[in-house]
């Protein structure tokens, strides 16, 4: 059998993320579960150029990291900020006439879609660290209340999903897979 190239060996992305401890309590399992997460996709992107960003999966899909770069920054805007906070802030890449717009238009900055992903992200965590795992926001869908609990789990989810597209497109663009 003929070995396995280096470069194409997984890189280790168990460094540099949080700590998820086993024992702590749920607070701390849940916000250092999604910034593990969050770590996660930003080390699936690590050392990629603005091209290889906005490389598609395959046709016809839209799919890219740097779309989904943009998508995550939207929906910690939506979540965290316009339904949980009530901040009146106006929604990113999207419209009710392009509402792909995240993934449509990834000819922009990556630089300044990576702030903003950042400001975003930092958004949240103060949105998390002020309110109690019980306190509720309010779907701008149909009403319905939710809890910061359920929006952590469900936020959590939203990462691992697309840390799983993004590992397939990372390792279309250069043959490189993680965990």
């Known amino acids: 059998m003929d070995a396995i190239p ?3 060996y997984p890189i280790d992305w168990s460094g540099d993320r949080p700590e998820v401890s086993r024992t702590a309590s749920e607070r701390q399992i849940l916000t250092s579960l999604l910034d593990w997460h969050r770590r996660t996709f930003e080390l699936k992107c690590q ?8 490389l598609r999966s395959t046709e016809p899909s839209t799919l890219s990291l740097h779309g989904l770069l943009r998508h995550l920054t939207g929906t910690e805007r939506w979540w965290f900020r316009i339904q949980f906070a009530g ?3 106006p929604l990113l890449y999207y419209s009710d006439e392009r509402p792909e ?7 922009g900055d990556v630089e300044v879609a990576w702030a903003a992903w950042r400001e975003e992200c930092a958004r949240s965590r103060e949105i998390v660290s002020g309110a109690s795992l019980d306190d ?3 779907s701008r869908r149909d009403g319905e209340p939710f809890s910061l609990r359920w929006l952590l789990v469900n936020h959590i ?5 697309h840390n799983g597209h993004a590992d ?11 965990r």
Do not use: W
């Not at 989810?157 to 999903?161: I, K």
């Open 101 to 107: 717009q995240d993934f449509d238009d990834t000819d």
């Open 157 to 161: 989810a939203e990462y691992a999903r």
């Open 47 to 54: 050392g990629l150029t603005p091209q290889q960003l906005a």
């Open 168 to 178: 397939l497109v990372r390792e279309r663009i250069d043959g490189r897979t993680g």
């Open 87 to 89: 901040e009146d802030v």
């Open 136 to 138: 509720t926001g309010k």
């Open 6 to 8: 280096e470069e194409n």
